[in-house]
């Protein structure tokens, strides 16, 4: 598992929409999904009105209602609270918020910051771009629209989302200790364009100083190190178990085997040796921002 991994969704509808549509490959996401579509649909009928009344009542068309209500649409938070207040549900309907909030990012996302809010120390070396925890929205967005074929805005959007939502690892308490290696490349490049760029740039300085975060960066003028095979990462949890990946090693497969992790620390040790500190990071990003 990169911790850098995106899932995606297959949806037709525009981001102006109150919901996403649901993977038919998330069986769980699915099941949480029609339940709450049933919820709905049974206080509905139980106010006597017909579909397309509610949907106006509540600011939706009639088509948008029975996709939530047969499951097919992921309701948006104000389509809960909405729903609410028109069937007069004292919250009930409101409080599904919190059921579909666990469910309306993509599997992938969900199992990937599953993992993450478990871990108490995350390492990471990131190659080619930046890892996801890093990264700002408008960076991220412009990350997914550059995809080809071209994902729907739909699918950017709630692929952003999830990226961000695996952020709040950085408001945890206690807070897990985080280590990133970047390579300075990454860092030069302005995706998003010159504002974005500034922003990206200035939100690593929050992150890097953290007390419970490492940031390093790679000089691209050092020679050839252990990350030249490609991104490692490795997740310790608190029973003393860790998980570990890299592209470059093991067929870029989970492993868990002690033996094999002790390889990727290895690896990963080294390149953190070879990077510059955490304060002349601080102070590479720092000039950077001033020649933007």
Partial sequence: MSVDETGTEHGDAGADE???????????????????????????????????????????????????????????????????????????????????????????????????????????YVGHGLHGLLQTPGHARALFEARQPPYSQDEVERMVAGR????????????????????????????????????????????GQLRNVTLQVMPTRREAHPGMDGDISVLKFKDGSAVGCSHGAFSGRRVTDPKQLRILELRYGTIRAEALTPRETLALIERMLGET
Wanted: hydrophobic fraction near 45%; proline fraction near 5%.
């Fill in 18 to 124: 109150p919901g996403w549509d649901v993977d038919p490959d998330d069986e769980s996401g699915a099941a949480v999904v029609a339940a709450v579509g049933r919820q709905i649909k049974a206080w509905r009928e139980a106010a006597g009105l017909r579909a397309g009344e509610f949907g106006i009542a509540i600011g939706y068309g009639e088509d948008m209602v029975y996709k939530v209500e047969g499951g097919r649409r992921i309701p948006r938070p104000e389509l809960l609270d909405k729903a609410d207040e028109v069937l007069g549900a004292g919250g009930k309907i409101a409080a599904m918020k919190q059921d579909v909030a666990e469910v309306r990012y993509p599997k992938k996302i969900r199992d990937l910051a599953g993992v993450e809010a478990k871990a108490v120390e995350i390492a990471a």
């Fill in 164 to 207: 961000m939502a695996r952020q709040s690892i950085f408001e945890r308490s206690p807070a897990p200790a985080l280590s990133f290696v970047q390579e300075e490349s990454s860092l030069w490049r302005p995706i998003g364009g010159t504002m974005e760029w500034r922003r990206q740039l200035e939100r690593l300085l929050e992150i």
